[in-house]
C-alpha cells in the first residue's frame, strides 16, 4: 500500500520561502513519478511540478517555473518542493500524488494520471 504524507506547509509572507516535504512508502519508488498538485478554494486542482524518479527528470507549470523546484532524496524516499519567491496566488492546499505513468519523454501533468495522494499541506502567503 502506497503511503504519502506531506509536510512543511504554513503561512509566509509574500517574497517569502517554504519547502514541502513528502514521505513515500510502501514501494520502491524508483519507477515511478512523483508529482505535486494544488488547490485553492474554489478552484479546480492544477498542476505544479512533477518528477521522473529514476532519471531526475523534471517539469513545472508555467507559474511557477524559475521560483519552485522539485527534487527528490533517495535514501529518504521523499520528494521536496522548495517555494521561493511565494505570491498570494500560490495560496491552496498543496499535495503530493504519484503514478508509474511517465518515462523520458513523458511527464504526467493531469490528476487523472495520478493513482496515489497523500492528505494534503495548507500554504497560506499573505500580501
Known amino acids: 500500500q502506497v503511503h504519502l504524507v506531506e509536510s512543511g506547509g504554513g503561512l509566509v509572507q509574500a517574497g517569502g520561502s517554504l519547502r514541502l516535504s513528502c514521505a513515500a512508502s510502501?514501494?520502491?519508488?524508483?519507477?515511478?513519478?512523483m508529482g505535486w498538485f494544488r488547490q485553492a478554494p474554489g478552484k479546480e486542482r492544477e498542476f505544479v511540478a512533477a518528477i521522473i524518479w529514476s532519471s531526475g527528470r523534471t517539469r513545472y507549470a508555467s507559474s511557477v517555473k524559475g521560483r519552485f523546484t522539485i527534487s527528490r532524496d533517495n535514501a529518504k524516499n521523499t520528494v521536496y518542493l522548495q517555494m521561493n519567491s511565494l505570491k498570494p496566488e500560490d495560496t491552496a492546499v498543496y499535495y503530493c500524488?504519484?503514478?508509474?505513468?511517465?518515462?523520458?519523454?513523458?511527464?504526467?501533468?493531469?490528476?487523472?494520471?495520478?493513482?496515489?495522494w497523500g492528505q494534503g499541506t495548507q500554504v497560506t502567503v499573505s500580501s
Open positions: 510502501g514501494r520502491t519508488f524508483s519507477s515511478y513519478t
Open positions: 500524488a504519484t503514478t508509474m505513468a511517465g518515462t523520458y519523454y513523458y511527464t504526467p501533468t493531469t490528476s487523472d494520471e495520478y493513482d496515489y
